[in-house]
């Protein structure tokens, strides 16, 4: 049975996966992108995966065509049954691991990146995102979706064909806690919405904007972890992803491929992780919080001082990525 | 000038480091140990580096012999000079990133793994971690010294020659801050230091233990974030890893090298990073900490879970891992 811990040192989940157990000689640390005899994710290997949750079609379609694909992950970390109640197991916690871990198949032609995707997969793509973090909010037991993107094996992708993740869990992720809180305090101690108020000075003085459309900003956050490490969000405030409307996910989807487009012309093999913060299930407006889409570059290779410290080295100032992808 | 910026949404401090910023077609994700043309830590290369800032030696040994040398940082990501005040730099926090940023060479001959260290050497190396703390904690200007190691690619290890890093800085780095703050809560909660509690509850049940010695054990920690992670602690309580005497510390040696053969024998090109929490410097005693080190494996990948959520999926239960370690 999959089951949840806690450190008691840190307060950290993890997540111990049934079924994903293998023997310490079968690691292997390959690099190169995987290149499966048989991609299941490709149109006609339906059968490859479980059935599919969902699948996006465009008007007028036939049945076995389809742009978007929502299927179960063929080795989950989360089961769908069980109490996910925390109990105590000796001197720790625990829980059971309940929730939901799905792929979304981004097209059904074998490309790789985001980029390679028609106005209507992106647009598609990104109603899956809304569509998946409502079905599992109104599921009542969870509490978060986290919608997110591995591109690369730097950047953990098993598998070449464009696809995304969603992990449904019982409790509020510790990154996406510790966001909530430093934005309530921020809420307090400046009477508005940090993000907004970060938005507003990068629209002001562009010293790490990297571009903008009617309705989003893409900047290189001040504290950038990771070189050319990129955020997109809403001008507008909004503490939910999942609350945009059809036009506003279609610009969002026009907007983000631009962006990861810069990226990758300046990288071979650009290796990422992209994630959706958004509010909790259970909070239907916060003023103090503002979604956004973190873009997470995996150019550098992360050692003991990030995971001993907690400190990020990053050679690369966001304001010249910044200033380098605008060009 | 380097520079630390804290990010407001999390807290975390990003070090920026002047002198290491690459053009972005520069980044390599490369696999494979780099195999330099000439080592800069071979004996007899000793001007490739800069000049050592301390030496060790056996007794008895010729000037030009060596068995540890301390260096600084080609690349420092911190430097010795200026005032180490956070100040505001708009809407954000800054500051200069002052410190040190050491390089402890552990053997004059051309090895990679730790095992492969003579006993002179691995206690020389031990004594080395314990006076490089010692030497920052009074300087006076500085609140905390990580010790670290980076071996392998995968754990962000530049060169092959066995090598450890120190990094000082003004701050008290945010993992030590989350496991102190953690330790405290936990021992007003149980009424004694929860380390000592986990280490009587391993030697009573051994569910986790790998190994243990007159003065130390190793553990794999109930909440593994890693397959085959590793904590090795003193048996009796101390918050001190530099307040060990020589006798202690020869000793740790032996059963670090012992428990870091175990994982090496049982895997291919085995990467990992570890390093030494000890408490900060101007906390002389702590009954509710107790410095151990970690031993954190890379054997897989962190994606967009890890860093979008703050969950680590592991596939490997710590009994299990246990279990085929002391086999």
Redesign the interface.
Known sequence: MSQF?????????????EG???R??E?E????RRRDARCPFCVGHEVDTPPAIHTYRSNGQRDDEWLVRVVPNMYP?LVPRGTAEPSAN???QTCAAVGAHEVIVETPRHVASFTELTDAEARCLLLAYRDRILVHGRAGHLKYA?V???V??????SLEHAHS?V?A?PMI????Q??LT??ER?YKAHGQC??C??IA?ELTHATRLVAQSDRFVAIC?????M??ELWVLPREHSSKFESQDPTALAELADFLRLNLGKLES????F?Y?????TGPFDTPHLNHYHWHI?V?P????????????????????PE?AAA?MRS
Chains 1, 2 share one sequence.
């Not at 992780?273 to 913060?277: A, E, K, L, S």
């Not at 995996?298 to 100032?317: D, H, K, M, Q, S």
């Open positions: 811990r806690k450190d008691p040192f840190s307060d950290r989940w993890v997540i111990f996966a994903r157990e293998r310490p000689n690691y640390q390959t690099a190169g970390a000796g001197l720790y986290l997110f993107k591995n690369g094996p730097a950047a953990g992708a993740q992990v869990t992720p510790p990154e996406l510790r966001e430093a934005a921020l940090f993000f108020r970060v000075d956050p001040y504290a950038s972890r070189p050319y300046r990288h071979r093999q290796a992780n992209y994630f959706i913060h973190e997470f995996r150019l550098t290779t992360t050692a003991g001082l990030e995971w001993g410290a907690g400190y990020f080295i990053n050679p690369v100032l010249h380098i």
